[in-house]
Protein backbone atom coordinates (compact mmCIF):
# COMPACT_ATOMS: atom_id res chain seq x y z
CA UNK A 1 0.00 0.00 0.00
CA UNK A 2 1.35 3.16 -0.72
CA UNK A 3 2.12 6.48 1.75
CA UNK A 4 0.23 8.47 -0.45
CA UNK A 5 -3.72 9.83 1.24
CA UNK A 6 -6.50 9.69 -0.93
CA UNK A 7 -7.41 13.74 -1.68
CA UNK A 8 -10.41 13.48 0.47
CA UNK A 9 -8.84 12.01 3.54
CA UNK A 10 -6.85 13.85 5.91
CA UNK A 11 -3.07 13.89 6.62
CA UNK A 12 -1.49 11.82 9.19
CA UNK A 13 0.83 13.26 11.39
CA UNK A 14 3.95 11.37 9.30
CA UNK A 15 2.68 12.84 6.16
CA UNK A 16 2.23 16.39 7.51
CA UNK A 17 5.60 15.83 8.99
CA UNK A 18 7.17 15.11 5.38
CA UNK A 19 5.05 18.10 4.09
CA UNK A 20 6.01 20.41 6.50
CA UNK A 21 9.73 19.86 6.07
CA UNK A 22 9.49 19.93 1.94
CA UNK A 23 7.75 23.10 2.18
CA UNK A 24 10.84 24.59 4.71
CA UNK A 25 13.19 22.84 2.36
CA UNK A 26 11.71 25.03 -0.76
CA UNK A 27 11.08 28.24 1.64
CA UNK A 28 15.23 27.88 2.21
CA UNK A 29 16.03 27.09 -1.38
CA UNK A 30 13.57 30.01 -2.49
CA UNK A 31 14.96 32.33 -0.10
CA UNK A 32 19.02 31.53 -1.15
CA UNK A 33 18.02 32.32 -4.56
CA UNK A 34 16.58 35.81 -3.83
CA UNK A 35 18.52 36.77 -1.26
CA UNK A 36 21.94 36.33 -3.80
CA UNK A 37 19.88 39.14 -5.86
CA UNK A 38 19.24 41.22 -2.89
CA UNK A 39 22.84 40.84 -1.91
CA UNK A 40 23.99 41.95 -5.29
CA UNK A 41 21.73 45.35 -5.33
CA UNK A 42 23.93 46.45 -2.25
CA UNK A 43 27.37 45.19 -3.39
CA UNK A 44 27.31 45.93 -7.35
CA UNK A 45 23.97 48.71 -7.39
CA UNK A 46 25.26 49.50 -11.08
CA UNK A 47 24.86 45.64 -12.02
CA UNK A 48 21.19 46.05 -10.39
CA UNK A 49 20.27 49.39 -12.69
CA UNK A 50 21.58 47.49 -15.37
CA UNK A 51 19.01 44.70 -14.88
CA UNK A 52 15.84 47.06 -14.20
CA UNK A 53 16.80 48.46 -17.54
CA UNK A 54 17.34 45.51 -19.44
CA UNK A 55 14.56 43.72 -18.33
CA UNK A 56 11.64 46.29 -16.60
CA UNK A 57 12.27 49.32 -18.73
CA UNK A 58 13.38 51.37 -15.98
CA UNK A 59 16.49 53.25 -17.08
CA UNK A 60 17.01 55.26 -14.21
CA UNK A 61 18.01 53.25 -11.32
CA UNK A 62 20.40 55.49 -9.03
CA UNK A 63 22.76 53.49 -6.13
CA UNK A 64 20.77 55.03 -3.81
CA UNK A 65 17.18 53.71 -5.42
CA UNK A 66 18.96 50.25 -5.48
CA UNK A 67 19.94 49.90 -2.24
CA UNK A 68 16.48 51.50 -1.07
CA UNK A 69 15.04 48.36 -3.18
CA UNK A 70 17.68 46.26 -2.11
CA UNK A 71 16.47 47.29 1.47
CA UNK A 72 12.58 46.44 1.06
CA UNK A 73 13.23 43.16 -0.56
CA UNK A 74 15.33 42.29 2.15
CA UNK A 75 12.81 42.99 4.63
CA UNK A 76 10.26 41.18 2.67
CA UNK A 77 12.24 38.15 2.04
CA UNK A 78 13.66 37.54 5.93
CA UNK A 79 9.42 37.92 6.75
CA UNK A 80 8.97 35.09 3.66
CA UNK A 81 12.03 33.04 5.87
CA UNK A 82 10.80 33.39 9.08
CA UNK A 83 7.12 32.03 7.55
CA UNK A 84 5.64 35.50 8.74
CA UNK A 85 2.20 36.13 7.21
CA UNK A 86 2.21 33.69 4.57
CA UNK A 87 -0.39 34.54 2.49
CA UNK A 88 1.12 38.26 1.70
CA UNK A 89 5.00 37.36 2.09
CA UNK A 90 4.18 33.98 -0.12
CA UNK A 91 2.36 35.54 -2.13
CA UNK A 92 4.87 38.91 -2.64
CA UNK A 93 7.87 36.57 -3.52
CA UNK A 94 5.44 34.52 -5.93
CA UNK A 95 4.45 37.73 -7.61
CA UNK A 96 8.66 39.24 -7.26
CA UNK A 97 9.86 35.82 -9.36
CA UNK A 98 6.92 35.80 -11.68
CA UNK A 99 7.55 39.48 -13.23
CA UNK A 100 11.28 38.27 -13.22
CA UNK A 101 10.82 35.57 -14.84
CA UNK A 102 8.32 36.83 -17.75
CA UNK A 103 10.45 40.13 -17.94
CA UNK A 104 12.87 37.10 -19.68
CA UNK A 105 10.60 36.28 -22.15
CA UNK A 106 13.12 37.03 -24.78
CA UNK A 107 15.96 34.75 -23.42
CA UNK A 108 13.29 31.71 -23.46
CA UNK A 109 12.57 32.44 -27.32
CA UNK A 110 16.66 32.10 -28.03
CA UNK A 111 17.72 29.54 -25.51
CA UNK A 112 21.24 28.92 -27.14
CA UNK A 113 22.35 32.23 -27.06
CA UNK A 114 24.68 32.85 -23.98
CA UNK A 115 23.66 33.20 -21.10
CA UNK A 116 20.08 32.65 -22.07
CA UNK A 117 19.94 29.24 -21.43
CA UNK A 118 20.60 29.92 -17.92
CA UNK A 119 17.00 31.65 -17.78
CA UNK A 120 15.51 28.33 -18.05
CA UNK A 121 15.96 27.56 -13.75
CA UNK A 122 13.59 30.39 -13.41
CA UNK A 123 10.57 28.17 -14.52
CA UNK A 124 11.26 25.35 -11.78
CA UNK A 125 11.51 28.14 -9.02
CA UNK A 126 8.56 29.46 -10.40
CA UNK A 127 6.69 26.23 -9.91
CA UNK A 128 8.15 26.25 -5.97
CA UNK A 129 6.71 29.76 -5.41
CA UNK A 130 3.30 28.67 -6.63
CA UNK A 131 3.86 25.19 -4.75
CA UNK A 132 4.19 27.17 -1.71
CA UNK A 133 1.73 29.70 -1.96
CA UNK A 134 -0.40 26.70 -2.52
CA UNK A 135 0.12 25.03 0.11
CA UNK A 136 1.27 27.59 2.19
CA UNK A 137 -1.28 26.10 5.58
CA UNK A 138 0.71 23.47 5.58
CA UNK A 139 3.87 24.85 5.70
CA UNK A 140 3.79 25.17 9.67
CA UNK A 141 8.08 24.90 11.01
CA UNK A 142 6.91 28.87 10.52
CA UNK A 143 6.09 31.79 12.40
CA UNK A 144 2.57 31.49 11.79
CA UNK A 145 2.68 27.70 12.11
CA UNK A 146 3.46 28.42 15.88
CA UNK A 147 0.93 31.48 16.48
CA UNK A 148 -1.81 29.11 15.21
CA UNK A 149 -1.10 26.07 16.13
CA UNK A 150 -3.31 23.15 13.62
CA UNK A 151 -6.28 21.72 15.61
CA UNK A 152 -5.35 17.89 16.43
CA UNK A 153 -8.05 15.29 14.59
CA UNK A 154 -9.80 13.23 16.51
CA UNK A 155 -9.13 9.53 16.64
CA UNK A 156 -12.18 9.09 14.29
CA UNK A 157 -10.66 11.72 11.56
CA UNK A 158 -6.88 10.17 11.94
CA UNK A 159 -5.99 8.04 9.29
CA UNK A 160 -3.36 4.59 9.62
Known sequence: ????????????????????WSLLLIRVGIFSVFVMWTI??????????????????????????AYVVGGVQMVILLVFLVGAFRTWSYGIILG?????????????????????????????MLSACITLWLLREFDTYTVDGCRRPRVQPNASQQVA
Open 40 to 65: DKFINPEHAAAVFKKFYGISELSELL
Open 96 to 124: LHAISTFSSWSAYIDPWTYPHLLFFAAIP
Open 1 to 20: MSDLQQPEQPLNERARTRLA
